[in-house]
């Protein structure tokens, strides 16, 4: 399994923008797909963005569709979210996972980041 660690996360305005990385510690993950989850206090953790190791392919929940990217850089061995248009109900700490399967299932990601926070002010 790879540890994860993601940044980027903050306190910004509604219609705000925001880019989350997130960066293996100690060895590459160019050969996993990785998704971004997200957690709000008082809901499960929900999928919401993932791309093929090749970065390919991507997929998004639909209420995040046309507002937030996913990218990822296999040189810097970072990928990353970018969160625009950013609404108050986007508020939840925002998580990086890595699979050995192109997946939107949370249960089929190995690894996981601790997590960082995103709060959107109306």
């Known amino acids: 399994q790879v540890q994860l660690i993601e940044s980027g996360g903050g306190l910004v305005q509604a219609g705000g923008s925001l880019r989350l990385s997130c960066a293996p510690s100690?060895?590459?993950?160019?050969?996993?797909?990785m998704g971004w989850f997200r957690q709000a206090p008082g809901k499960e953790r929900e999928f919401v963005a993932a791309?093929?190791?090749?970065?390919?392919?991507?997929s998004y929940t639909d209420s995040v569709k046309d507002r937030f990217t996913i990218s990822r850089d296999n040189a810097k061995n970072t990928v990353y979210l970018q969160l625009s248009s950013l609404k108050p109900e986007d508020t939840a700490v925002y998580y990086c996972?890595?699979?050995?399967?192109?997946?939107?299932?949370?249960?089929?990601?190995?690894?996981w980041g601790q997590g960082t926070q995103v709060t959107v002010s109306s």
């Open positions: 996972a890595a699979s050995m399967k192109w997946t939107t299932l949370r249960n089929e990601y190995i690894s």
């Open positions: 100690g060895r590459t993950f160019s050969s996993y797909s």
């Open positions: 791309i093929t190791w090749s970065g390919s392919s991507t």
